[in-house]
């Protein structure tokens, strides 16, 4: 069975950095883009940022300068590292696995941006 399971969200202060982690398991990970992406409430679920397996990388225009995705395909694992966090930046964080005819998604991780 698939897995994509996420860790590192928390409650953390305006200004303040968290960095997520997704470990992918039972997937060929180094043949799927990898992408991260976040539902508040209320809101539809948007693409933060994503990695494709050749390395090209996007982000959405709110999070440029302040995020960074990585990824370590000898780990299985894609990485957002999250510096200077807004309080519009709360909101469920899923990680996503794609490659043609194939999706898979995380439980997701709640990051609270607070004071």
């Known amino acids: 069975q698939v897995q994509l399971v996420e860790s590192g969200g928390g409650l953390v202060q305006p200004g303040g950095s968290l960095r997520l982690s997704c470990v992918a398991s039972?997937?060929?990970?180094?043949?799927?883009?990898m992408a991260w992406y976040r539902q508040a409430p209320g809101k539809e679920r948007e693409l933060v940022a994503n990695?494709?397996?050749?390395?090209?990388?996007n982000y959405v225009d709110s999070v440029k300068g302040r995020f960074t995705i990585s990824r370590d395909n000898a780990k299985s694992t894609v990485s957002l590292q999250m510096n200077n966090l807004r309080p519009e930046d709360t909101a469920v964080y899923s990680c996503?696995?794609?490659?043609?005819?194939?999706?898979?998604w995380g439980q997701g991780t709640q990051v609270t941006v607070s004071s």
């Open positions: 996503n696995a794609h490659r043609p005819m194939t999706t898979y």
């Open positions: 990695i494709t397996r050749g390395g090209n990388i």
């Open positions: 039972r997937i060929a990970f180094s043949t799927y883009d």
